[in-house]
């Protein structure tokens, strides 16, 4: 059992987090009630803002139609198959690089450089080197996660301990004992962590890549709705996009708590 101070310490948390939640709800609510009052009162202008009715009965339609569920499922699926591919191929480079010091000096300003350029400059020659298709999607989402993931795992490597590090070659380990009993666990909060961003990040790519080159998924009905000036849908496809952000960011919360309390 535990002792009364902890009791009252335990209930304590529960009460900052649905304060915090109930606070998050607020604000939520709050600013669809504004948006549609002001919507209603003729504040803005709806032809360019649109409202909350308005996006409800745009998303309903797109439901009765069958399209709400194919869009979001295209990029759902793009997504994910972009977080794979980013996450996998970003951990074995950053491997690599910690395991090659000369290789990550030599590598170290192009992986700035190319962190810092935007992708969407290179969209033209992506859609003319992989085609105008998911191809082209995946790769402008690899190439905004994925180094990203590069650089974040990798410099969670290369922090480790030098203490541990000292100790571990005190004892004759080799590189490989070294890497998968000292530096891969203890850099596991690390990666979780650059996991979690790469969700965001690879998200982000593939509505740019949807935005170029996609004729179905979020990205090509906020697109599409912008060339026909059809705001109700460009704020209908930013709502489902939100909801579709939020669910991936809780859902990558939640295997991180279980991972890392594992």
Request: proline fraction near 2%.
């Amino acid at each position: 059992m535990y002792s009364k101070e902890h009791q009252n310490y335990l209930k304590k948390i529960r009460r900052n987090r649905c304060f915090v939640m109930i606070s998050q709800i607020s604000i939520i609510v709050l600013f669809l009630v504004a948006w549609q009052v002001c919507a209603d009162k003729g504040i803005i202008n709806t032809f360019i803002s649109s409202s909350p009715r308005e996006v409800v009965k745009t998303i309903v339609g797109l439901y009765q139609s069958n399209d709400l569920w194919h869009h979001i499922w295209i990029t759902v699926y793009e997504t994910g198959l972009s977080f794979i591919l980013a996450s996998v191929f970003g951990i074995l480079i950053a491997t690599i690089l910690w395991w090659n010091a000369f290789l990550a000096r030599v590598l170290d300003p192009y992986l700035t450089i190319i962190n810092s350029l935007p992708k969407v400059a290179l969209g033209p020659i992506i859609i003319i080197w992989a085609g105008a298709g998911i191809q082209s999607i995946i790769i402008m989402a690899l190439l905004i996660s994925l180094i990203i993931t590069i650089i974040n795992v990798y410099q969670g490597f290369i922090e480790t301990d030098p203490n541990k590090i000292r100790l571990l070659k005190s004892f004759h380990a080799t590189k490989s004992q070294l890497f998968f009993k000292l530096i891969l666990p203890n850099s596991f909060v690390t990666i979780v962590s650059a996991l979690k961003i790469n969700v965001s990040m690879t998200l982000i790519g593939i509505i740019m890549g949807e935005f170029l080159v996609s004729k179905e998924g979020i990205g090509y009905l906020i697109m599409y709705g912008s060339q026909v000036f059809n705001l109700n849908l460009v704020m209908s496809g930013i709502i489902i996009l939100c909801i579709v952000a939020t669910i991936m960011y809780y859902l990558v919360s939640y295997i991180e708590k279980k991972l890392v309390k594992n």
